[in-house]
């Protein structure tokens, strides 16, 4: 696969920015106190990490726009697929999504050579500085070299991608009386896809504005009414069992809890047709009775 963007060529930027700068420093006493990110080299010197902190700090902010972007690639595909596209244009966007996750398991891989190297540092004390860069180099090559594909298809919002793709699809693409293998996939709470029902809250009992799916069993709730029941349970330390009936999940999680977009489209193209629908027969109403009169 082609990568869109080669993060080594960053992380050895951060090398030579900030594990060059990690050399003995003599902290003035009044500071030594205050200088928690140092430890004692076997000579006396102490030697700081902060410079290592900060960078690592920055990288984790590269995280967040390889987040944000994968949000975007999501959003887009289903897009495509709400506005019947062409199959290979979501496809497209499936790609990008698996270029993003390569990212994200790169930059994930170098932060731990970095954090595994410092460690290693701080346990074996040794008597003078190895060549950190090169410790790093070895670790993060080890970590890659263990790479497959079938680990990106395991990044979280990857996951979350080809749900909503699934999802969209039972609800935007035409099926044929012969697509067997596309009826088995849904799930028997929710048979009948088309229908009203799967927008109703368990909850509330009403049409869902903000629905959200739970990762653990799949079922889909209001996310404010949802969320206050967690809370109000925490504050009584006990556990939330899934609003669903016959669902025997017993420990729903905020944190479990994901938008579901594809559903929320659903409902919004239902009210759009409701209200085109509503519109012509007002129209035509006015028009009969103008005409009779």
């Known amino acids: 696969m082609k990568k869109a963007f080669n993060f080594s060529l960053l992380f050895f930027f951060f090398s030579d920015s900030c594990l ?67 199959v290979e244009d979501v496809n497209s ?27 290693q540092i701080k346990r074996e004390k040794p008597e003078n500085i190895p060549d950190l860069k090169h410790l790093v180099h070895e670790k993060f090559t080890a970590l890659e070299s263990k790479n497959t594909d079938s680990d990106l298809q395991k990044n979280e919002k990857y996951i979350y991608f080809k749900d909503q793709l699934k999802e969209m699809r039972k609800q935007f693409c035409p099926r044929s009386d012969n697509d067997n293998e596309a009826i088995e996939q849904i799930d028997e709470d929710i048979a009948v896809t088309q229908s009203q029902m799967n927008f109703i809250c368990p909850i509330t009992q009403v049409e869902m504005k903000r629905p959200v799916r739970n990762k653990v069993c799949g079922h889909t709730y209001e996310e404010d009414a949802i969320i206050k029941i967690i809370q109000t349970r925490k504050q009584q330390k006990k556990k939330v069992r899934c609003p669903k009936i016959g669902c025997s999940h017993a420990d729903v999680k905020e944190s479990d809890l994901v938008p579901d977009e594809a559903l929320k489209r659903a409902i919004d193209s239902q ?3 409701s209200w085109s629908t509503l519109e012509k027969s007002a129209g035509y109403s006015a028009a ?6």
Do not use: W
Request: net charge negative; aromatic share 8%; proline share 3%.
């Open 288 to 293: 009969t009775e103008k005409i009779c009169c």
């Open 20 to 86: 060059s700068q990690c050399v003995p420093v003599k902290f003035p006493k009044e500071q030594q106190a205050f200088s928690s990110n140092y430890f004692k080299m076997p000579g006396g010197a102490r030697i700081s990490f902060n410079s290592v902190d900060s960078s690592l700090s920055s990288l984790k902010n590269c995280q967040s726009y390889i987040n944000t972007g994968m949000d975007i690639a999501t959003h887009v595909a289903l897009d495509l697929v709400e506005s019947f596209n062409d």
């Open 271 to 273: 009210n759009k047709q």
């Open 93 to 119: 966007m499936e790609n990008v999504m698996l270029e993003y996750a390569a990212m994200d398991r790169e930059l994930n891989h170098y932060m731990k050579a970095i954090e595994e190297t410092v460690h």
